[in-house]
């Protein structure tokens, strides 16, 4: 039996085989144990079952209470287990191979509301200028308290190109807006690069999905061709990356950490306990390396900077993370349906459990908006100045200092990139 785990977007994997044996009957003289059924408790289910079945208004079919209570069950346990239908299933399959239907967003139950973890790069929602922790309270004007989490996901699901308005709050903004969004196919690719100056990559995940760690070691190899040899330093970029697979998360971080643990889970049952390793090889050869992280950062990425940052490997930098330290796993069932389960808490190298308390950054940066005048503001120097005196070497044209165009496109990058060259200097 294969036990695959899942840390956000989640994949599936558990192929549980059921076994009904007749039951022992109970005696005044046999002890109940912690494994007893609590048959007080499941005489007054069946009672309900039975009232709902026979009195309730409308005449509803027997599989759709069975369904509800196992998707009330699930749903009362944590805001990340559920009740997966065929079409969920289904979705959520291909969601881990980086191609799904939708908005494009990972999201969580808060209050009974919907609560945005993170936008996933270039899809609709990130178009539509949803943010993270943005609560959706209305779909198509149709309040979602009291809805549970799979039952809200169907409302915001529909065919690409059908529109769907969302009610949004945001911050400590008490007057709600609405966002119309366009539904559309999914593609994500999760990784992308760019070289931000010669010597100097910039390596972004957007999620984790089945080959993120293999396309994170093509993408540095590729970074290094460009620079016609190997990088001063890497600036890693986590944000708003919602997670996804646990073992993607292990790859990326075994491909910087050359030794020791790099993340364990524990849970209540034998098989939920593991811990993995790091693999003899680095491939920045001990360069070094900036993570970006911020709100919208949540679990799989959780793990990669967790275990960079107990190892010393990175400086993380930005804002603390969403705080998802637990483990889902899907368990298949009957009738190509699965249950999304919690199954384990995960620990950062250190022993760490960040549940509801994140990755708190190394080096604190609020994602500012700097203007293309604060940037050349900042960059004056003294052959700026009017009337300066002239130096033996300044050629006689004016000069004007170029505004930073880092700078003003992504403050917290350009931070980044700063910082990465004073560690290039301070270890050479």
Not at 68 to 82: Q, T, Y
Not at 119 to 148: F, H, M, N
Not at 294 to 320: C, K, W
Request: charged share 25%.
């Amino acid at each position: 039996m294969q036990w695959l785990k899942q840390s956000g977007v989640v994949c599936s994997a558990l192929f549980l085989t059921a076994l009904l044996l007749p039951a022992s009957p109970l005696s005044a003289e046999s002890p109940a144990t912690d494994s007893a059924l609590p048959l007080e408790e499941l005489r007054t289910f069946t009672e309900a079952y039975e009232r709902i079945r026979e009195e309730y208004v409308e005449s509803i079919d027997e599989s759709t209470l069975i369904r509800n209570a196992i998707r009330g069950m699930l749903e009362g346990l944590d805001p990340h287990s559920g009740y997966l239908d065929a079409d969920d299933y289904q979705r959520l399959r291909d969601g881990t191979r980086g191609e799904f239907g939708g908005l494009g967003m990972e999201v969580g139950m808060e209050d009974g509301f919907i609560r945005v973890i993170a936008p996933i790069d270039g899809t609709p929602a990130e178009a539509a200028g949803i943010q993270p922790e943005d609560l959706i309270i209305r779909i198509d004007g149709a309040s979602v308290k009291g809805l549970g989490l799979e039952e809200s996901l169907n409302l915001l699901r529909g065919e690409p190109g059908t529109e769907v308005t969302l009610t949004v709050l945001r911050g400590n903004d008490d007057r709600p807006f609405e966002v119309v969004i366009e539904r559309a196919i999914i593609e994500v690719r999760s990784v992308r690069t760019q070289l931000l100056e010669p010597g100097y990559g910039y390596l972004r995940i957007s999620q984790f999905q089945d080959r993120t760690g293999e396309a994170v070691l093509d993408a540095v190899d590729e970074l290094m061709t460009e620079n016609d040899g190997p990088l001063k330093g890497l600036v890693m970029d986590l944000r708003n990356n919602p997670g996804g697979l646990l073992e993607s998360a292990v790859a990326v971080a075994d491909a910087f950490i050359t030794s020791g643990v790099l993340v364990s889970t524990d849970g209540r049952v034998e098989r939920a306990k593991d811990s993995f390793s790091a693999t003899p090889s680095d491939v920045m050869e001990g360069a070094p390396l900036v993570v970006l992280v911020n709100a919208g950062s949540a679990s799989a990425s959780e793990i990669v900077a967790g275990a960079l940052q107990d190892h010393r490997r990175a400086v993380v930098m930005g804002e603390p993370t969403f705080g998802k330290g637990s483990v889902q796993s899907i368990m298949p069932l009957r009738n190509a349906t699965a249950i999304k389960l919690t199954t384990a808490r995960y620990y950062t190298p250190n022993g760490r459990s960040i549940q509801a308390e994140g990755i708190v950054p190394d080096v604190r940066v609020d994602d500012l908006r700097v203007s293309e005048r604060e940037a050349v503001a900042r960059q004056t120097r003294e052959s700026d100045l009017p009337r300066h005196l002239r130096g033996d070497a300044e050629a006689d044209s004016e000069s004007q200092a170029p505004a930073s165009a880092l700078a003003t496109q992504d403050y917290v990058l350009a931070e980044a990139l700063n910082l990465l060259k004073g560690l290039t200097i301070f270890t050479q």
